[in-house]
């Protein structure tokens, strides 16, 4: 019955509860809003970090990635990768030769990442391929030798196009030198220029003919799984049956994404949290009026023997039902907003260049789980709770045979 | 059978600094089925007597013995619970819950004792056809007059089977019909049911129809008849 009194009290002054609710909606949708901009902004990071640069485990030689070396290889990457597949959390697996390189055309030259892969697997560990525009070449043609796929940035830095030539010099095993000439046969984009900029992919045939390697070799394995959050799970697994390897997470491999994803959880709800923070001050000055307003009523209830903490419920209850209300609202406002902007974006291609050079994308798609109004939800609750305490402490003060006298 | 049993009740205001003797050496007693007006003038300290005996206010010395109890004894939430089992009370201006109906209004109290539900909506319809109201369950205050207000007020008194009633002022706001039939129902309870009723009153038709007249002043009882 208190709860019913309590819920039926917040509409006994409809406007100045709705002023009250109105601003909670806005406030809650805002914060859920900028909640699921930041998470959209931090999850096509990560996507596209597992997705298209490091998967979600790595495997390499124990002295590899200290120096990068072409003759610190796995000897027997074949047979491992065939261990790795068996896993039923793996998605799929490529071995890769991984080399720096110096690529030179007649007009430029640059520092790259060297990579061979075996294309038609590689396409199922990251999505390069996708990332290459249908005027910008393939993602390499079957048959031909010594093709190259660049970046958008690279090839301009190179100033070369689709068909140019690219020279790649090489360590081989033996430490000699070796140059070759390659063909760009594609060009990609991806929104980290950073990752565009060192990246070149040829077929690991090609490369494993230049620099001498055994075809049953490779600098590293990379792992794809169907589930990120499985990641060090696997990769747990994985230790504990190659020893002599090193086994890497993406949050290993790429420490400044696996902080964003770490801090991700904590930075989502600080905007929330002062936001409720500041709407618990315009909440504790309604109900303060709500309570200055009610001394006779209250004096009344106290008097015919409704205790205190009857008296604390209805008054708490009453700004919790107050805070919910504006909350919920707010939150179904907040979803639409999110909802729409999900499918359609966010395009901030005007900053392009500032975020694709700390490799964010220049498209947000606002997303949030399930789980953030949940928690929502559970501090809108707390805020209502701690906001009433201060007035229920002045209903709790009133004398009964006062208040029942006083004339508002 | 005593009710309620005063014996040299004092109540002094601000004792250390302009002592005011609101109430001063009371001595009275109040049996079962008692009509009883408390009158006198504006600070004769009739509201603070009341207010004492229904334990709204604490004495400086002296003791009010209901039940057995002495209530000076009871903490501040025993308090609570002695008055919500024991008394009930009428005040002068309707102090109904505005939110809830007439029917709920009565409710409330036997929520806060515990009652049954099914209890709870039997005694209900009883109260409110006692009062008159039977027809006015689902009201809302805002939609009864002054007079029904009160009659509500009455109901819920009654709907906690207390020892007593105390009323503060119940006839201040009425108009004569209001209060003449607002007296009548109380007067009738008293006479069928045996209810003890208390009245602060300045009104000369309350105290008409009381049977006891306990008049205070300045703190003192200067007379007490009975008719």
């Known amino acids: ?408 | 059978m005593k009710v309620i049993e005063i014996k040299n009740l004092h109540k002094i205001y601000d004792e250390k600094t302009v002592p005011v003797h609101a109430v001063d050496g009371i001595d009275l007693t109040f049996e079962q089925g008692e009509f009883a007006a408390i009158v006198g003038p504006s600070g004769s300290g009739k509201t603070t007597l009341l207010n004492m005996i229904g334990g709204l206010d604490k004495p400086t010395s002296g003791e009010i013995i209901i039940a057995d109890t002495d209530i000076k004894t009871l903490s501040a939430s025993k308090m609570i619970d002695f008055r919500m089992k024991n008394i009930g009370f009428v005040f002068q201006s309707y102090n109904l819950i505005p939110v809830l109906t007439a029917g709920e209004n009565v409710e409330f109290i036997m929520h806060l004792q515990g009652k049954p539900k099914e209890e709870r909506k039997a005694r209900i319809k009883e109260m409110l056809e006692a009062v008159g109201l039977g027809d006015r369950i689902n009201s809302r205050p805002n939609k009864l007059s002054g007079g029904q207000q009160q009659r509500v007020a009455v109901a819920r008194a009654l709907a906690s089977k207390p020892k007593f009633i105390l009323a503060d002022e119940p006839t201040a706001n009425l108009d004569s019909k209001s209060t003449e039939t607002l007296l009548e129902i109380m007067e009738k309870l008293n006479r069928e049911e045996n209810i003890t009723f208390i009245f602060s009153t300045h009104d000369a038709r309350v105290m008409k129809k009381a049977r006891r007249v306990i008049t205070v002043e300045d703190g003192k009882v200067i007379s007490d008849e009975r008719k």
């Open chain 1, 1 to 408: 019955m208190i709860n019913s009194i309590s819920w039926k009290n917040i509409w006994r002054n409809k406007l100045r509860s709705l002023v009250i609710i109105t601003a909670i909606a806005f406030g809650v949708m805002a914060g859920v809003f900028s909640a699921a901009m930041t998470n959209g902004m931090f999850d096509s990071r990560i996507a596209s970090a597992i997705e298209l640069e490091s998967s979600n485990i790595q495997i390499h030689n124990s002295k590899y990635l200290e120096n990068k070396e072409s003759y610190y290889f796995i000897e027997n990457a074949d047979s491992i990768l065939e261990v790795v597949k068996q896993n039923p959390n793996v998605k799929s697996a490529s071995k890769r030769i991984k080399i720096t390189a110096m690529a030179n055309t007649s007009a430029s030259g640059a520092g790259v990442m060297l990579y061979g892969i075996e294309p038609d697997i590689e396409k199922n560990v990251t999505k390069i391929s996708e990332k290459i525009a249908d005027s910008l070449g393939t993602y390499f043609k079957a048959k031909s030798k010594n093709q190259i796929v660049i970046s958008s940035k690279l090839a301009e830095k190179l100033k070369v196009k689709l068909k140019s030539k690219i020279v790649l010099t090489v360590q081989s095993l033996d430490g000699t030198m070796v140059n070759s000439a390659f063909k760009v046969v594609g060009i990609f984009k991806t929104s980290n220029s950073a990752f565009d900029e060192m990246t070149v992919f040829v077929k690991y045939q090609d490369i494993a003919n230049i620099i001498n390697l055994d075809a049953t070799k490779a600098h590293e394995i990379a792992i794809l799984l169907k589930e990120n959050q499985k990641s060090d799970e696997v990769a747990t697994q994985l230790k504990s049956k190659f020893k002599s390897l090193n086994v890497m997470t993406w949050k290993e491999i790429q420490p400044e994404v696996g902080m964003v994803a770490e801090m991700l959880n904590f930075s989502l709800y600080i905007f929330m949290i002062i936001i409720l923070f500041a709407l618990g001050f315009g909440i504790v000055n309604t109900m303060l009026m709500v309570v200055l307003e009610r001394v006779k009523e209250i004096g009344m209830l106290m008097a015919i023997g409704m205790n205190r903490m009857r008296v604390f419920k209805m008054i708490m209850l009453e700004t919790v039902y107050l805070s919910l209300t504006g909350g919920v609202v707010g939150m179904i406002l907040g979803a639409g907003i999110i909802n729409f902007f999900g499918k359609t974006g966010i395009d901030l291609s005007i900053y392009a260049e500032g975020l694709n050079n700390i490799g964010y994308a220049s498209i947000i798609y606002p997303s949030i789980g399930f789980d953030y109004y949940i928690n929502t939800v559970i501090m809108v609750i707390l805020t209502g709770i701690i906001a009433s305490l201060y007035p229920a402490r002045k209903a709790l003060k009133l004398n009964p045979a006062e208040a029942v006298r006083t004339e508002i």
